[in-house]
């Protein structure tokens, strides 16, 4: 525990609250391509990991989800306001001035298409101008983003120094 991506936050925005928490079982496995979905190992060690940020998200008021009468099928964080992952791209943003909202870690249990449509037209309610980013190999992500009319602006990197692709829709 380094504290080395608290300090690349905090030197990119002094006010940032920082939430770390250690991942010393997932992290070889992302870092040595072993991460495969389905997998109960990765569906154990995710659900272990990820339960702190979720409660964080309920807690803030900013996790939602898709559903029909039955079930949950889908989930969300969208988040008003500048966030500081964003503040540095290796390209440009369309538009630096406008407040924005932002969706992260969006995911589907699977049963049901178009849980990205509900969730850009249930923001896009709230505010026009929005932004997403994904995995640089997470194709099928990058081509449904840029289905629901962003564009694409360049690269960001997120907490622990992973670059993501980013884009932005006005």
Known sequence: RSGAYEATLKGLDSEVEVFCEPCPLLVPLV???RFFEG?????????EYLTPLLRQDIAAENLY????????????AFIMGEDPTYAH???AWRD???PYGT???IGSDGTH????????TWCLARTGHLRIDTHADNHVMQRCILREGFSYCGVIHVAD???RVAFERI
């Open 96 to 98: 630096t001035a406008a």
């Open 113 to 120: 298409r178009g849980v990205l449509h509900e969730c850009v």
């Open 31 to 33: 870092e040595d391509g």
């Open 89 to 91: 791209i290796d390209g």
């Open 103 to 105: 969706i992260h870690r």
């Open 65 to 76: 989800v898709t559903a029909d009468e039955s079930s949950i099928y889908g989930v969300f």
């Open 39 to 47: 997998s109960a190992v990765t569906e154990l060690l995710v659900e």
């Open 161 to 163: 120094g992973t670059p």
